[in-house]
């Protein structure tokens, strides 16, 4: 019926813009014109009002999907509560001299249990786990390790593997966890890990994928990656140098706007910076703490 209406509604506008049409071209060309766009900025609002009134139906069904799909996600999320609720329950009745053990328990494990609600948060026992690997990494980013730092060092990345599984199954563990079981020998064989890690040369990467090539072929793009590197290193090392004068000194504020323009252009001056800086720092550690 309301579409029915519709129809109507627009042959009856139709038939009025005709008729409208026909007496303005009886006044002369002026008004004809005039009744034309007239005519045509009102279908202009007709359109717009039915494009307002379709975004505002489909933002409402959005609107309710959402608020249903919501409601029905808390209900699953009650009843799963209740069901592990009664089952702690249960177990305390036929076990009641643990029963304030199964209550502590249940209290720490009900946030993890929920699929919806507790996949993103942290065991309350997650903390203390987690300093056992900072306390490993520590050991291991030092500049001198004995075999009794490396040992122990192993035996906290154990101990973080295992008790991960326990706080959240053996899903939490990645190939990483895996691999950081073998930095032991790793350090065993190539000595402290600042003198083998490959930040650097990610970084470096990371700077050759940032130059425009072109699509040069033929040996051109190799050329191109060393033109743009090798003027990039220049301006790198100019801005570290001159960033080593006296704050007040001109050379030593001029940096200071090198490095706050290139911060604005991606980094590019500055982190090139900051990368001499790190080469001429390995180079005087690996001369002088080689062992």
Known sequence: MKVESKKQAC????????????????QGEGAYKAMKLKIAQDKLKVAEAKK??????????????????????????????????KAIHEEQL????????NEEESLGANTFTDEDDGKFSLHPNDLDNCLKLCSALCILLRQRLTDDDIVH?????????????????????????????????????FRPLHDFWTFLFEQLNKILKSFRTNNHANGELKTTFFEEFHQMSEVARLT???????????PSQATQIMLKASNDEHGTVAGLALLTEEIELTSVDGISLHY
């Open 11 to 26: 042959v009856t506008q139709r038939a009025e813009h005709a008729k409208a049409l026909l007496e303005a071209k009886k």
């Open 94 to 101: 036929s076990h009641p001299l643990s029963m304030q053990a």
């Open 240 to 250: 570290f140098r001159l960033h080593s004068y006296p704050e007040e000194s001109i």
């Open 52 to 85: 307002q009134e379709k975004l505002q139906i489909a933002a409402a069904k959005q609107a309710e999907k959402a608020k249903t799909t919501a409601a029905k996600k808390a209900k699953g999320a009650q009843a799963r509560l209740t069901r592990k609720h």
């Open 153 to 189: 060092a192993e035996q906290l990345i154990s101990e973080y593997g295992t008790e991960l599984i326990m706080l959240y199954g053996t899903g939490a563990i990645k190939p990483n966890h895996h691999y950081a079981t073998h930095i032991g020998d790793c350090v065993r064989n």
